[in-house]
């Protein structure tokens, strides 16, 4: 049974350039969740996804958007980077059923997004 | 504001003894707390929940007390490993949310 998988798993960009994160949640998971994890510092809430909508958002500026896709695959879009944004970006899943009585989070390895 | 806040200093213990990381939280009312451990480069990892109409939850060498009083969640490890190295982070979901939010990780080196 495959966990989550993100990729990439490293990748370099420069100010002002535009990244796509791509996240598949573990096998019947619906809900996916993105966090941005500084050195450091523990995980940050961007926001999460469940049927296709963006339920939730976290303290992050209009610049990271996302998307879900019908098999709950998701992607996270950063536009106009700047040097704040290197961090490690996180995807997690869960269930929604299932997080209402468990709420444990799988999370990928994440992806080391390095900016320039 | 709202703050979870965990030791920022690295937690130094011998070999077989307890660890206890401590995860204090303001201005949230949590509907449940979580523990994850992460290793360097890696996801966190889900060990415990605990929900706030409990006191305490074991699992194996591992333990979590809640005190919604005081606000604080204890996390311990009996028995301690070198194995057992590595950030500690709490995480909790506020009522009426959706989210996890994190503290910032205890680091916890086990020494041999």
């Known amino acids: 049974d495959a966990g989550v998988t993100q990729s990439p798993t490293h990748l370099i960009k420069t100010r002002g350039q535009q990244v796509t994160l791509r996240c598949s949640p573990k096998s019947g998971h619906d809900t996916v969740s993105w966090y941005q994890q500084a050195l450091g510092q523990g995980p940050q809430f961007i926001f999460q996804y469940y049927e296709e909508e963006e339920r939730q958002r976290g303290n992050f500026p209009d610049r990271f958007s996302g998307h879900q896709f019908p098999n709950y695959s998701s992607e996270l879009n950063v536009n106009a980077l700047l040097l704040g944004d290197s961090a490690l970006y996180l995807c997690?899943?869960?269930?929604?059923?299932?997080?209402?009585?468990?709420?444990?989070?799988?999370f990928g390895e994440g992806s080391r997004l390095t900016v320039l | 504001s709202q703050k979870i806040e965990q030791n920022s200093e690295a937690l130094n213990i011998q070999e077989g003894k307890t660890a206890t990381l401590t995860c204090n939280y303001t201005n949230y009312s949590p509907a449940y707390l979580q523990w994850y451990r992460q290793d360097p480069g890696r996801g966190p990892v889900f060990l415990l929940l605990?929900?706030?109409?409990?006191k305490e939850k074991r699992k194996e060498r591992l333990k979590v007390t809640f005190d919604t009083t005081l606000k604080q969640s204890l996390f311990h490890i009996t028995a301690s490993q070198p194995a057992d190295s590595a950030t500690y982070l709490c995480a909790l979901r506020d009522t009426g949310r959706r989210a996890l939010t994190f503290g910032s990780g205890t680091r916890l080196q086990v020494q041999p």
């Open positions: 997690a899943s869960s269930r929604a059923g299932g997080s209402m009585n468990t709420g444990e989070l799988f």
């Open positions: 605990i929900r706030e109409n409990e």
